[in-house]
């Protein structure tokens, strides 16, 4: 029997480094994005300030000089000391755009891409 925990991620992490912020109900929260994937992201909190327990949030991700942004509801699925796994509950068909487009960029695998895309639907 393995000791190594089953892994159960259906959605390819793309490490990714963008100037990106949690917005919550009462203002903003500055985070540092350490991968997304087509449901979620990983973020580690840039300071002290965490987001208010069961609140649904939005993560924002901006990208190519500003002149893009992903915008993602999300919710915290885990927290692990100052490291977020949020998972998303909601994006737009814009963000939903921007955010095929990052992932198809770094896996550089297309039918890899349409297995994932497959899955969400």
Do not use: W, Y
């Not at 925990?5 to 109900?25: H, K, M, Q, V």
Request: proline share 5%; net charge negative; charged share 25%.
């Amino acid at each position: 029997m393995s000791n190594e925990p089953e892994n159960r991620r259906r959605f390819s992490r793309i490490a990714f480094d963008a100037d990106s912020r949690l917005r919550t109900g009462d203002g903003e929260i500055p985070v540092n994005l350490l991968d997304i994937s087509l449901k979620g992201a990983l973020v580690t909190l840039a300071d002290a300030t965490r987001p208010p327990p069961a609140q649904e949030l939005v993560l924002e991700i901006l990208l190519a000089g500003h002149d893009a942004v992903i915008r993602m509801a999300c919710e915290v699925a885990h927290a692990e000391g100052a490291q977020l796994g949020l998972k998303c509950l909601h994006i737009d068909l814009q963000s939903a755009s921007h955010l095929r487009r990052l992932v198809e960029l770094n896996l550089g695998d297309p039918d890899l891409l349409d297995r994932e895309l497959a899955r969400l639907s």
